[in-house]
C-alpha cells in the first residue's frame, strides 16, 4: 500500500532493487593534505549523519545502511566512487542557475575527507571520538494537511524487475487548490524502486474507465493517451534511480 500527501491520479512504477545504478565514472577528485590522521569515528561519520542516514538506514530506502563502521566499511570503494562523482547524495538541480537553501551536495572538504578515509584503508579510529548517534523522525517528512491512500495493495513478485504499474486514485478536490509540498511514502520501501503522481483532469482522456485502485501496465490500451496527463506532482525517487 502507497500514502501520498496530496493528488489526483497515483501513477506508481514499482520495480525490484537491485536493477539499478551502476558506476560508469571513476574519481575525478584529488586527495589533499586532509589525510594522515583521518578516521571513521573522528571524520567520516559525523558527513554520513549528517548527509547520508536519511537515507542509509534500516527500513528507510536505500539499499544498505551507513549507520556503523561495521555497516559503511565494506562499501569504502563504491562510498568514494558514488561521492566522487557527485552521484550521492542523489542531487539533480542543474548548477549555476540558481542557490539552493536544501542544497544537499557535499561540500568538497567533506569529499575529500571521505576519499581520504578510503585511501588510507578506512581506518575505525578511537570509538570515544564518534558523536552520539543521529536522530531521525520515522514516517512523514513534511506536516501533511491530506493524505490520500491507494484504494488497494500492489503485490509485488519476490523477486526480478515489473514494468509501470498505473492506477487512478480519485480525490474529488471541491475547488482548485496549490500544493506546496508533496510526499509520497511507499508501503514496502525495500521493493519500490521509484514513482510518480500525476494530475488528471476530470476530462481527460488519460485512465478515462479504468478503475480506480486497479494496477494497469503501461503498454495496456486502455491506458489511452497519456497527453490527457497535466502535470507532475511529485516523484518517489530516492536514488539515482532508472
Ligand atoms: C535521498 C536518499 C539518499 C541519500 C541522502 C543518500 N543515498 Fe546513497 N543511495 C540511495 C539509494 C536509493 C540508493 C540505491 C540506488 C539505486 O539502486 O538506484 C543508493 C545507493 C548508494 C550507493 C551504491 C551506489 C552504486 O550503485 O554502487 C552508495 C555507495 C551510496 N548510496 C552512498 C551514499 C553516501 C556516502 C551518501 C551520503 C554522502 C548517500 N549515499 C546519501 C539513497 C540515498
Known sequence: MGRIALVGLFVA????WWHG????????VATTAIGASVTFTKDVLPILQKNCQSCHRPGEVAPFSLLSYQDARPYGRAIKNAVSIGQMPPWFADEGFAKYSNDKRLSK????????????????????????????????????DMIIEMPKPFHLPASGTINYQNMVVKVNFPEDRWVIAAEMRPGNRKGVHHGRVNLRPPDSDYMKDAEPGLAYENGDKRLGRSSGVIDLLGKFNPGLGE
Open 13 to 16: 512504477g514499482a520495480t525490484a
Open 21 to 28: 545504478a551502476q558506476i560508469a565514472a571513476q574519481s575525478p
Open 109 to 144: 572538504r567533506d569529499v575529500e575527507t571521505l576519499v581520504a578515509w578510503v585511501d588510507k584503508g578506512a581506518p575505525e579510529g578511537d570509538p570515544k571520538d564518534a558523536p552520539p548517534p543521529a536522530h531521525f523522525e520515522d514516517g512523514w517528512q513534511i506536516k501533511p
